[in-house]
Nanobody, 127 residues
Framework: QVQLVESGGGLVQAGGSLRLSCAAS????????MGWFRQAPGKERLFVAA????????VHADSVKGRFTISRNNAKNTVYLQMNSLKPEDTAVYYC????????????????????WGQGTQVTVSS
């Protein structure tokens, strides 16, 4: 089992920044690929970013590319999502997820690629 706890969400004005954190605990959490997803009210959950187990590979959704950056610190068992130039359409609940695979490049863009999920943290961007 891997437990995930997100933090860092809040209310910010458009153009501002936030950094989300996802603390992982449990069985060899540092061996897992990690992802961030978001879900706005009444909408489906969408992929935001993913990072492979050692941080060597990252992928970002086109909608956040150039504004958001995923990173990880395996010594702290923590994954981050730095969010800059926030827009009102970034408003959502943000979830982190952990997925295991023997592939070095494992960075799934769909929820089915992940085994564990956090409870989410709310991000609200005002215009």
């Amino acid at each position: 089992q891997v437990q995930l706890v997100e933090s860092g969400g809040g209310l910010v004005q458009a153009g501002g920044s936030l950094r989300l954190s996802c603390a992982a605990s449990g069985r060899t959490a540092s061996n897992y690929a990690m992802g961030w997803f978001r879900q706005a009210p009444g909408k489906e959950r969408l992929f935001v970013a993913a990072i492979n187990w050692n941080g060597g590979i990252t992928v970002h959704a086109d909608s956040v590319k150039g504004r958001f950056t995923i990173s990880r610190n395996n010594a702290k068992n923590t994954v981050y999502l730095q969010m800059n130039s926030l827009k009102p359409e970034d408003t959502a609940v943000y979830y982190c997820a952990a997925g295991s695979s023997s592939s070095y490049a494992y960075t799934p863009r769909t929820g089915s690629g992940y085994n564990y999920w956090g409870q989410g943290t709310q991000v609200t961007v005002s215009s």
